[in-house]
C-alpha cells in the first residue's frame, strides 16, 4: 500500500464510518428482473411486428446530418403546459468534517477530469431526486429533481453536459419522453408511449438525436426510433432491426451503438440499426455474465460493462466494472493496485474515469487510453450515496 493509497483511504474514514452500498440489493434485483421481462416480452411481441421501413441516417460529431427524406414518418410534441421539473441550482455543502469538494489527490490544475453527473445510488423516499454534478476542485451542485425512480436508472446526459433525457410515467399511466436543462428548466416532451424498462433515451454524439424505443399498449415493446429533437415536429426515424437489445450506448465517433441481447451479451450496430456483430466471450456461454454497458470508447473498440459482484451473497451487487476489448473479448486490465472498479466512463479522447471505493468512500481515477494511471483525486463526501451515469469532457 503506497502513500497516496494510505492518505486516501484515511482521509475518506474520517468522512463517515457507516459504509453504503453503490446500490441496494434490493433494487438492483428489482432492475434486473424488469429488463429481463422486456427482453423476453420484446422478443415475443416483435415476431408480430411486421419490419418497419427506413434506415437512419449515419450521425457523426461535429457535423451536420444528412437532410431527411421527405417521406420520414414524424410526431408532433404535446406542449406541456406546466413545469414538474425544480430548478435547483444551488451547491450542496459537504457533511462536517468531509474532505474539500475538490477531493484529495494527485490531481493538478493540467490534469483535467471534466464533469462528473451523479443520480441517487437507491430508491429515497422523497418524491423527486435531485442529479449532481462535479468537477474536481470544484464544489458539488444540486441539478434538477426528476420523479424517483427515473433520475436513478432511466436519465441521460447530453455529451456537452445541457440536456437530461429522460422516461416517467404519467398521471395519466403513460410512459413519456422528456428533455430538459440540467438545471430542469425548459422542459419539453418529445414523444408519447416510449418503453421506460428496456432501452434507456441514448444521446448522440452531437447532442442533436435521441435513441428510444415505441411502446404499444396492446402488444408491448415495439420499434426503436433516432428521434430529432431540434426538427419542429419531432422527426422519428425508425430502425428496421426487430432484435434490437437493451440498455443502450453510443460511441462518440457516432459509428457504433452497443446493446445488450436477449442471450445477456452485447451486440453492436451501426447508426442506422444494422447489426455489425455480437461481441465474444459473453452471455449464457461465456466467461463473463454481462449485466449493463457503461459506455463505449471512441471507436467502439473497447466496452464498459457492469455487474453485480459475483463475490456477494445473493449475486445482486454492488456493481463491479470490467473494460473489454469488443472484438475478442478480452477483458483489458486496469492500474487500481488490487481495488475493483465499480464504474468505467471513456471519454472522447479515449481515456478512462475510473471509480473505485477508498475507505468508507470513493475516488475517481483518470486513466490515459494505453491504460496508464495520470491521476487519482477523492471525491466529496456527499458524495458516497450516489451513482456516476455521465462523464462530460
Not at 25 to 36: E, N, P, V
Not at 174 to 185: H, I, P
Amino acid at each position: 500500500m503506497n502513500d497516496q493509497r494510505l492518505r486516501l483511504d484515511l482521509a475518506a474514514l474520517a468522512d463517515e464510518v457507516t459504509s453504503v452500498d453503490l446500490r441496494d440489493r434490493t433494487l438492483r434485483a428489482s432492475r434486473r428482473l424488469g429488463i429481463q421481462r422486456a427482453v423476453a416480452t420484446s422478443a415475443a411481441a416483435l415476431v408480430l411486428i411486421a419490419a418497419a421501413t427506413g434506415t437512419a441516417f449515419a450521425i457523426r460529431p461535429n457535423q451536420s446530418p444528412n437532410p431527411l427524406p421527405a417521406d420520414t414518418p414524424s410526431v408532433t410534441a404535446t406542449p406541456t403546459p406546466t413545469l414538474s421539473l425544480t430548478p435547483t441550482p444551488s451547491t450542496s455543502a459537504d457533511a462536517p468534517g468531509a474532505p474539500p469538494s475538490s477531493g484529495s489527490g494527485t490531481n493538478t490544475p493540467a490534469v483535467q477530469f471534466g464533469k462528473l453527473f451523479y443520480g441517487p445510488a437507491s430508491g429515497v423516499d422523497a418524491r423527486n431526486a435531485n442529479l449532481r454534478s462535479w468537477s474536481p476542485g470544484d464544489r458539488v451542485v444540486q441539478l434538477a429533481a426528476l420523479p424517483e425512480p427515473t433520475a436513478l436508472i432511466r436519465a441521460s446526459i447530453s455529451p456537452d453536459g445541457h440536456r437530461v433525457a429522460w422516461v416517467q410515467i404519467d398521471a395519466d399511466g403513460g410512459t413519456n419522453l422528456y428533455t430538459a436543462n440540467v438545471d430542469g428548466s425548459d422542459r419539453q416532451q418529445m414523444r408519447k408511449e416510449v418503453e421506460q424498462t428496456c432501452v434507456n433515451p441514448a444521446w448522440s454524439p452531437d447532442g442533436r438525436y435521441l435513441l428510444f424505443r415505441e411502446w404499444d399498449p396492446a402488444v408491448g415493446p415495439g420499434r426503436v426510433g433516432v428521434l430529432d429533437t431540434h426538427s419542429a415536429k419531432k422527426t422519428v426515424r425508425w430502425w428496421a432491426n426487430e432484435r434490437a437489445g437493451c440498455d443502450a450506448r453510443w460511441s462518440s465517433d457516432g459509428e457504433v451503438i452497443a446493446m445488450i441481447n436477449i442471450d445477456g451479451g452485447v451486440t453492436l450496430f451501426d447508426s442506422s440499426g444494422n447489426r455489425k456483430r455480437d461481441m465474444p466471450g459473453l452471455g449464457p456461454r461465456g466467461t463473463w455474465r454481462n449485466g449493463d454497458v457503461a459506455s463505449l470508447s471512441p471507436n467502439g473498440d473497447r466496452i464498459a460493462l457492469y455487474q453485480p459482484d459475483p463475490g456477494s451473497e445473493d449475486g445482486t451487487g454492488p456493481d463491479v466494472g470490467v473494460v473489454r476489448d469488443t472484438r475478442t473479448g478480452e477483458e483489458i486490465r486496469l492500474p487500481l493496485e488490487g481495488r475493483k472498479p465499480r464504474q468505467v466512463y471513456f471519454r472522447a479522447d479515449g481515456s478512462m474515469i475510473v471509480r473505485v471505493r477508498a475507505g468508507s468512500g470513493y475516488a475517481v481515477l483518470l486513466v490515459d487510453e494505453d491504460g496508464k494511471k495520470i491521476s487519482e483525486t477523492a471525491e466529496p463526501a456527499s458524495l458516497k450515496g450516489t451513482h456516476i451515469i455521465a462523464v462530460v469532457d
